[in-house]
C-alpha cells in the first residue's frame, strides 16, 4: 500500500514534517540477516498551483485559440511580409499565394526570402480555394476580415487584461521571484536539464516539486517578452495607437517591420504552445491536468524497506 504524504511542502496526515533518513552503516550491517520487503513509493501530494494562476491559465486557452485563427484570418487579406514602412512586393520576406501552371494546375508556394516551397493543400491553396491559411484554422472559416478584426481586437484586450491582472499576482505573491526566476544553480545546470529533456528523462521525486530550469527560463521569456512584444508590436499597427504614441512605429521600424515582428512573435508563441502540450503529456497528462483543475500535483519517491 502507498504511503500518501500531502502539504504544499513535505507534511504527513497528522500534519508532521517527514524528513527521508538514510540509515547509518552500522543500522545496515546489523539488519543483514533481517528479512525485508519493500513498500510501494510514497505518494505526496503538493499544492503546485494557486487558484489565481489556474484561472489565468485556463482563461488563456480560449483567448489565445481564438486570436491565433482570428489573426490568421486578417493574414489572409494581405499574405506577405516585409520590412520597413512600406509593401514592396519585390522586396516580400515572405509571401504565400496560389501559382496556376500553363496546364491549369493550381499550387500552393510559400516563399521565404528567395527560397520557394510547395505548400499545396496547406498554404497558398487547399480545398479548392485561392487562400495562405485553410478555412479550418481561420476565424470565421469564410473570408471576411471585418468579422476577423473584431474578434482578434475584442480578445486582445481581454487576453492583455488577464496578462496583467496575472502579472500583479505573480510579482505580489512573490510566485514571479519564488518559482519563475532562475537561481544560480539552476542556470549552473541548464546543460545536464537540456540533455535530460533531449533524451525525455523527466525529473522526478523532489526535483518534479518545482520548475526546472527550462520550464523557469520558458515561462520568464513568454510573460516578460514574447507576451508584452505581441501586444505592442499588434498596438503599433493600429493607426488610432500610432497617431496617439508615434513613438510606437520608430521604435519597431515601420509599420510593415512591426506587422513582420509580430507575426514571427506569434509563430513562436505557437511553437511554445505546442511544446507545453507535449511536455504536459509526456510527464503525466492527467497529474499535470488535475493539477491545473484542482492545484494538487502528485510526486511520487521512491519506496522504502520494512521489517517482515
Same mark, same amino acid.
Given at each position: 500500500?502507498?504511503?500518501?504524504?500531502?502539504?504544499?511542502?513535505?507534511?504527513?496526515?497528522?500534519?508532521?514534517?517527514?524528513?527521508?533518513?538514510?540509515?547509518?552503516?552500522?543500522?545496515?550491517?546489523?539488519?543483514?540477516?533481517?528479512?525485508?520487503?519493500?513498500?510501494?513509493?510514497?505518494?505526496?501530494?503538493?499544492?503546485?498551483?494557486?487558484?489565481?494562476?489556474?484561472?489565468?491559465?485556463?482563461?488563456?486557452?480560449?483567448?489565445?485559440?481564438?486570436?491565433?485563427?482570428?489573426?490568421?484570418?486578417?493574414?489572409?487579406?494581405?499574405?506577405?511580409?516585409?520590412?520597413?514602412?512600406?509593401?514592396?512586393?519585390?522586396?516580400?520576406?515572405?509571401?504565400?499565394?496560389?501559382?496556376?501552371?500553363?496546364?491549369?494546375?493550381?499550387?500552393?508556394?510559400?516563399?521565404?526570402?528567395?527560397?520557394?516551397?510547395?505548400?499545396?493543400?496547406? /498554404?497558398?491553396? !487547399?480545398?479548392?480555394?485561392?487562400? *495562405? #491559411? %485553410?478555412?479550418?484554422? =481561420? &476565424?470565421?472559416?469564410?473570408?471576411?476580415? @471585418?468579422?476577423?478584426?473584431?474578434?482578434?481586437?475584442?480578445?486582445?484586450?481581454?487576453?492583455?487584461?488577464?496578462?496583467?491582472?496575472?502579472?500583479?499576482?505573480?510579482?505580489?505573491?512573490?510566485?514571479?521571484?519564488?518559482?519563475?526566476?532562475?537561481?544560480?544553480?539552476?542556470?549552473?545546470?541548464?546543460?545536464?536539464?537540456?540533455?535530460?529533456?533531449?533524451?525525455?528523462?523527466?525529473?522526478?521525486?523532489?526535483?518534479?516539486?518545482?520548475?526546472?530550469?527550462?520550464?523557469?527560463?520558458?515561462?520568464?521569456?513568454?510573460?516578460?517578452?514574447?507576451?508584452?512584444?505581441?501586444?505592442?508590436?499588434? /498596438?503599433?499597427? !493600429?493607426?488610432?495607437?500610432?497617431? *496617439? #504614441? %508615434?513613438?510606437?512605429? =520608430? &521604435?519597431?521600424?515601420?509599420?510593415?517591420? @512591426?506587422?513582420?515582428?509580430?507575426?514571427?512573435?506569434?509563430?513562436?508563441?505557437?511553437?511554445?504552445?505546442?511544446?507545453?502540450?507535449?511536455?504536459?503529456?509526456?510527464?503525466?497528462?492527467?497529474?499535470?491536468?488535475?493539477?491545473?483543475?484542482?492545484?494538487?500535483?502528485?510526486?511520487?519517491?521512491?519506496?522504502?524497506?520494512?521489517?517482515?
Amino acid at each position: 500500500m502507498a504511503l500518501l504524504i500531502q502539504s504544499e511542502e513535505v507534511i504527513s496526515r497528522e500534519g508532521d514534517q517527514m524528513p527521508i533518513v538514510e540509515p547509518s552503516a552500522s543500522e545496515t550491517l546489523s539488519t543483514v540477516s533481517t528479512p525485508m520487503v519493500s513498500s510501494s513509493p510514497v505518494i505526496e501530494r503538493v499544492y503546485r498551483h494557486r487558484l489565481p494562476v489556474r484561472i489565468s491559465h485556463w482563461l488563456n486557452v480560449p483567448f489565445l485559440i481564438i486570436l491565433i485563427m482570428s489573426g490568421l484570418q486578417i493574414f489572409n487579406a494581405h499574405p506577405a511580409l516585409y520590412w520597413g514602412d512600406r509593401s514592396d512586393r519585390d522586396q516580400a520576406l515572405l509571401t504565400i499565394k496560389p501559382v496556376q501552371s500553363e496546364s491549369g494546375e493550381v499550387k500552393g508556394i510559400t516563399t521565404v526570402l528567395d527560397h520557394q516551397f510547395d505548400t499545396t493543400g496547406v /498554404l497558398g491553396y !487547399s480545398d479548392g480555394m485561392r487562400r *495562405a #491559411f %485553410p478555412a479550418w484554422a =481561420t &476565424i470565421p472559416s469564410a473570408k471576411w476580415l @471585418a468579422m476577423g478584426r473584431q474578434w482578434h481586437l475584442f480578445f486582445a484586450w481581454l487576453f492583455v487584461i488577464n496578462g496583467l491582472i496575472f502579472t500583479a499576482y505573480a510579482f505580489a505573491s512573490r510566485h514571479a521571484t519564488r518559482d519563475l526566476a532562475p537561481t544560480g544553480k539552476d542556470l549552473r545546470g541548464i546543460g545536464k536539464s537540456l540533455r535530460d529533456h533531449l533524451l525525455l528523462r523527466h525529473p522526478s521525486g523532489k526535483e518534479a516539486k518545482r520548475y526546472n530550469v527550462l520550464q523557469k527560463l520558458a515561462y520568464a521569456c513568454i510573460l516578460f517578452g514574447m507576451a508584452p512584444l505581441i501586444v505592442l508590436t499588434g /498596438l503599433a499597427m !493600429s493607426p488610432t495607437i500610432d497617431t *496617439a #504614441f %508615434p513613438w510606437l512605429l =520608430t &521604435i519597431f521600424g515601420g509599420r510593415q517591420a @512591426a506587422r513582420t515582428i509580430h507575426f514571427v512573435a506569434c509563430s513562436s508563441f505557437v511553437g511554445f504552445i505546442v511544446i507545453h502540450v507535449l511536455q504536459v503529456i509526456l510527464t503525466g497528462f492527467f497529474n499535470n491536468i488535475r493539477s491545473m483543475v484542482t492545484g494538487w500535483f502528485v510526486v511520487q519517491h521512491k519506496g522504502v524497506h520494512h521489517e517482515v
